[in-house]
Every structure is written in structure tokens, then in C-alpha cells.
């Protein structure tokens, strides 16, 4: 089954303690990208990546980290989480940028205290 | 700045009843206009992809449309497994993030 993974769905945490958030696809997709999703504000790109080793900043990068170093993969890093961090995040995968049939994952709700 | 604006915020309709979504963008060259539906607690849901003005797009009781300002999302006779958010999204033809609406909130009661 076609399918993008994140791991956790749910994380508390506490400020200035690193995480990564893990995201898998399994349909060999080259565009990969993080989203949050925060009341009132809709979705808003973290970073995307256009293939292995090929990042680049989305609208909202601050405080997050992102690699590419094997396809299938884009963990999500917070250095050092802040309470503004709290919110709703999003992986997502399509076969390039241009093909936005995009496939999301099912979120992982991250709270920082 | 690109942006775009999807109304009305939220949505009720009684099941049957036929209705359209908006979503207004001021891109600098349009790449794409997309539409994806999302239910509570779970990740969006690709539904279309619009180029062009004047193309159109069906999946059974959806249809999108395109203009050179605005997109609507058409539903007819709505049941209530309609009921979620639908997003607009929008990409311009450089190298930039996808861009979405905050959505409309459509609920159909039986």
C-alpha cells in the first residue's frame, strides 16, 4: 500500500529537548515536504526537499532542521523546541514538484511545555 | 506576495442540497491551483489539479473550475460523508512553496 509514515503521532515535550520527528514514503516520490498546521493559519511549508541531498527552506524554517539522505526518508529535527513549536506537522510526498498528487501522512501533533 | 483566500469559512448544508466553495489567489504566474479535502485528525487528501483557466475537473459528485482569479469546488447533492475541510492550494512558476487557503468547513446533515 502506498503510504507515507510519520512517527510519533503524539509527542509532549519539554522546551529545549531535541526531537526528530521520522518520515518514511514507500513510492520512490522525489519531492518530499514538512508542513504545520496551526488554528486560523492553515498549512504553511517548513522546508521540501527536490530529491536526495537537495533541501531548501519553505515559508516557516525557523527553528527546524531537515536531511535528505536517502530517498525514502525526511526526519523533521528541533534543535531545541520552543512552546511556539507546539502545533500540528505534516509530511508529505509526491512524484515531483510539478506532480502534486501529493500523498500526506497522518500528522503528528507535537506540544511543547 | 502570493495568496490565497477560500470562502465561506464554514458551510452547512442539508444533504442534497447543491452548493460551491471559493478560492481566490493572486499568484505572479500560476504553475498550479489544487484541491484537497481533510477530515478531523488526519492528513489532506488530494482531490484535483487545475493549470489553466477554463479547465475543469469531475470525481463523483465534485467539480472544480478555474479561472484566471478564482477556483470553485462544486458539490451536487452532497451526502453527509462530504462533511470535512476542503484546501486550496496554489504554486506560482518559480521555485516556491505551495501556498493554502485555510480552508472551508462543509458540514451536510441527513
Known amino acids: 500500500e502506498a503510504q507515507v509514515t510519520q512517527n510519533p503521532r503524539y509527542l509532549i515535550t519539554v522546551t529545549g529537548k531535541k526531537l526528530t520527528v521520522t518520515c518514511s514514503q514507500n513510492m520512490n516520490h522525489e519531492y518530499m515536504s514538512w508542513y504545520r498546521q496551526d488554528p486560523g493559519l492553515g498549512l504553511r511549508q517548513i522546508y521540501y526537499s527536490m530529491n536526495v541531498e537537495v533541501t531548501d527552506k519553505g515559508d516557516v524554517p525557523e527553528g527546524y532542521k531537515v536531511s535528505r539522505k536517502e530517498k525514502r526518508n525526511f526526519p523533521l529535527i528541533l534543535e531545541s523546541p520552543s512552546p511556539n513549536q507546539t502545533s500540528l506537522y505534516f509530511c508529505a510526498s509526491s512524484l515531483s514538484d510539478r506532480n502534486t498528487e501529493a500523498f500526506f501522512g497522518q500528522g503528528t501533533r507535537l506540544t511543547v511545555v | 506576495e502570493d495568496q490565497v483566500t477560500q470562502s465561506p469559512e464554514a458551510l452547512r448544508l442539508q444533504e442534497g442540497e447543491s452548493s460551491s466553495l471559493n478560492c481566490s489567489y493572486t499568484v505572479s504566474g500560476l504553475r498550479g491551483l489544487f484541491w484537497y479535502r481533510q477530515d478531523p485528525g488526519k492528513g489532506p487528501e488530494f482531490l484535483f489539479t487545475?493549470?489553466?483557466a477554463g479547465e475543469e475537473k469531475e470525481k463523483e459528485r465534485l467539480k472544480a473550475t478555474l479561472t484566471k482569479k478564482e477556483s470553485f469546488l462544486h458539490i451536487t447533492a452532497p451526502k453527509p460523508e462530504d462533511s470535512a475541510t476542503y484546501l486550496c492550494?496554489?504554486?506560482?512558476?518559480?521555485?516556491?512553496?505551495?501556498?493554502f487557503g485555510k480552508g472551508t468547513r462543509l458540514s451536510v446533515i441527513a
Open positions: 487545475l493549470y489553466s
Open positions: 492550494a496554489v504554486r506560482n512558476s518559480g521555485n516556491t512553496p505551495l501556498v
